[in-house]
């Protein structure tokens, strides 16, 4: 939740794949307002407010897109489809009992498509995640089929990590296909570091930038096994979370837990951030196969105590950034939704239900046209 970032993106269809180029990037912090009413409506919102939001965050949406096409000296008819993710305001993948209807699994990602589409004319794909969870998946991971486009490799076997709020992992084994693919989320992230910090702070601070309190921390082993004590870890996949399972009630009792124990904010962290990689590290038990290499990317990439913390997980397999891997980390989530809207106007199922649960492939996002017939030039 913290802003928006937005990528333009060449697709085309080649021998091995999709080819994909990065044309340009744009990242910007949504307007604190928008940014208190989102942490807001997670815990207590009205159904006044999630109206409200949803076309808030889409008119934000669709300034940014209007300037990085503006920043690529690009213009909308140069831009075949925009691909939305949205913003996800709740994510309740395990299953409920509804009377007269029976289980159900629900998530829901704000932003409106239609805002989108008329601020910009550009026709947009957004909503992904709801076809999968009608089909009976969790509706997440999403981005396995991308990361099998962008870094399956014939002589490695791959993990590719994505650190966000919720850390996931995706399994590429060598020369696998598609359906070979292994992915869950491992655990919270982002979220549980930027909330400690800011309980420690009582708000004044939601950053460690660069892990530098982190790096200044040491880590205990009492505090990182509290961390790990969570039911969700034993988990077996499929499986997804988000902040409805590890909400601020989860980070006050984590941060209690720190000052029963007499650490410092710098401990404190130092210890989450081992925690993370040893949660991570142990997502292993879930992979049919050996790691030889790991690629990291998503936020917390520059979160110099959480990369070495996962260095030391996962040695002696390197770790490396997706940059050192050839594909722009900031960049990466924007463009992947960008590629996943390509294949949706053009017929494509993208989730792999081998790791969302889902009974079948299915054509992800629901279509809003633009002021222009939808082009499949590219």
């Given at each position: 939740m913290d802003g928006v970032d937005c990528a333009i993106v060449d697709v085309r269809p080649g021998r091995a794949g999709l080819q994909i180029t990065l044309l340009a990037?744009?990242?910007?912090?949504?307007?604190?307002?928008?940014?208190?009413?989102?942490?807001?409506?997670?815990?207590?919102?009205?159904?006044?407010?999630?109206?409200?939001?949803?076309?808030?965050?889409?008119?934000?949406?669709?300034?940014?897109?209007?300037?990085?096409?503006?920043?690529?000296?690009?213009?909308?008819?140069?831009?075949?489809?925009?691909?939305?993710?949205?913003?996800?305001?709740?994510?309740s993948p395990r299953k409920i009992m509804v009377r007269g209807v029976g289980p159900i699994r629900s998530s829901l990602q704000i932003g409106d498509p239609s805002v989108i589409a008329e601020r910009t004319g550009i026709t947009t794909v957004a909503d992904f995640r709801a076809r999968d969870v009608a089909a009976g998946g969790e509706g997440a991971p999403l981005t396995p089929y991308v990361h099998h486009q962008m870094f399956q490799s014939r002589t490695k076997s791959r993990l590719v990590v994505n650190l966000g709020g919720i850390a996931n992992v995706t399994y590429l084994p060598r020369g696998g296909e598609l359906k070979d693919v292994v992915a869950f989320d491992a655990g919270p992230c982002n979220l549980l570091l930027d909330g400690t910090l800011a309980q420690a702070t009582n708000g004044r601070q939601r950053i460690d930038r660069n892990g530098a309190l982190a790096r200044q921390g040491d880590a205990r082993a009492s505090f990182t096994n509290e961390l790990l004590s969570h039911p969700f870890f034993a988990r077996r996949?499929?499986?997804?979370?988000?902040?409805?399972?590890?909400?601020?009630?989860?980070?006050r009792r984590i941060w209690r837990t720190a000052k029963r124990l007499n650490l410092s904010v710098a401990d404190a962290l130092a210890s989450s951030c081992a925690g993370i990689a040893?949660?991570?590290?142990?997502?292993?038990?879930?992979?049919?196969?050996?790691?030889?290499?790991?690629?990291?990317?998503?936020?917390?990439?520059?979160?110099?105590?959480?990369?070495?913390?996962?260095?030391?997980?996962?040695?002696?397999?390197?770790?490396?950034?997706?940059?050192?891997?050839?594909?722009?980390?900031?960049?990466?989530?924007?463009?992947?939704?960008?590629?996943?809207?390509?294949?949706?106007?053009?017929?494509?199922?993208?989730?792999?239900p081998s790791v969302t649960g889902a009974r079948?492939?299915?054509?992800?996002?629901?279509?809003?046209?633009?002021?222009?017939?939808?082009?499949?030039?590219?």
């Open positions: 990037h744009r990242i910007r912090p949504y307007p604190p307002t928008i940014r208190e009413h989102l942490a807001s409506v997670v815990r207590t919102g009205s159904t006044e407010m999630v109206c409200r939001l949803h076309v808030a965050v889409g008119e934000v949406f669709a300034r940014v897109a209007n300037q990085t096409i503006k920043q690529a000296e690009l213009s909308a008819d140069d831009i075949a489809v925009i691909g939305s993710h949205g913003q996800t305001v709740w994510h996949p499929p499986k997804s979370t988000g902040r409805e399972e590890f909400d601020e009630r989860y980070v040893q949660s991570i590290s142990q997502s292993r038990r879930w992979l049919p196969g050996p790691v030889d290499e790991v690629i990291v990317g998503g936020g917390s990439v520059r979160n110099r105590g959480l990369i070495t913390s996962l260095k030391r997980a996962f040695q002696p397999s390197p770790v490396i950034s997706m940059d050192q891997a050839g594909v722009k980390s900031q960049a990466f989530e924007a463009m992947a939704f960008a590629m996943l809207a390509f294949l949706t106007i053009r017929g494509v199922p993208t989730n792999v079948s492939p299915v054509v992800l996002g629901t279509i809003t046209g633009g002021r222009k017939p939808i082009s499949l030039r590219v």
